[in-house]
């Protein structure tokens, strides 16, 4: 079936670096994407989000990049810091039938900050 | 303000047992959704609560697998028989809205079969 997929599984970068998570998705009818960050043991949680009709959208040193032409989402972080280090998930939403909305996950990037 | 919670956090039980995982979500949510997360792997979606219907079940393995909602607050999610392969983190999100985004996940619960 479609899925949401990652380029690249784990990603090393110096401290204060700029970090770039790569994230391919399939389905053309998906609406919505998010970014979520998972530190060990514990939950996902939100980092930014972005909806079909914008290309861009920033937050605080990061900044999420959406190409619809060839479903490609990026994450990037800004001078990267120790704590941003854990497994970062895209997800995409589109309608099942029903009505139903869903979130689709990708496998996970993990991102290894060195001092 | 408080978020999902959810309990056990580790439960170690051996093959054939039974086991029940909670999660209580954030006061005033509307949709729970349970997902499964395999060791270094994404999250795979099991089911998704609507208040507490379940319109949504499609992601449950086997029938070994169920999930009920109570007075639109907790939900239990039951595996029967255990088998080591249902070995993984069980993490609950809820949402204020019924449209999929927005999700509040919860710390999970690490389910390990012997």
């Known amino acids: 079936g479609e899925s949401v997929g990652l380029h690249l599984p784990t990603l090393s970068v110096q401290e204060g670096d700029n970090s770039i998570i790569n994230c391919a998705y399939s389905?053309?009818?998906?609406?919505?994407f998010i970014w979520y960050k998972q530190e060990s043991g514990k939950g996902p949680q939100f980092i930014i989000d972005?909806?079909?009709?914008?290309d861009k959208r920033q937050g605080q040193r990061v900044t999420v990049l959406l190409n619809k032409t060839v479903k490609h989402l990026s994450l990037q972080i800004a001078a990267t810091q120790p704590g941003d280090s854990a497994v970062y998930f895209c997800?995409?939403?589109?309608?099942?039938?029903?009505?139903?909305?869903?979130?689709?996950f990708g496998a996970g990037t993990r991102l290894a900050v060195h001092p | 303000g408080a978020g999902v919670s959810q309990s056990p956090s580790n439960k170690v039980t051996e093959k054939g047992k039974d086991v029940e995982l909670r999660c209580d979500p954030i006061?005033?949510?509307?949709?729970l959704y349970w997902y499964r997360q395999s060791l270094g792997q994404g999250l795979e979606f099991l089911i998704y609560f609507q208040g507490n219907s379940a319109p949504d079940k499609s992601g449950l393995p086997s029938d070994r697998f169920s999930a009920e909602r109570t007075g639109g607050s907790v939900s239990t999610l039951t595996i029967q028989r255990t088998q080591q392969e249902d070995s993984a983190v069980y993490l609950c999100a809820s949402s204020p809205r019924d449209d999929g985004e927005t999700q509040y996940f919860g710390p999970g619960t690490r389910l390990l079969v012997l």
């Open positions: 997800a995409e939403k589109y309608p099942f039938s029903g009505g139903y909305n869903k979130l689709i």
């Open positions: 972005i909806r079909s009709n914008m």
């Open positions: 006061s005033g949510h509307t949709a």
């Open positions: 389905n053309s009818a998906s609406d919505y």
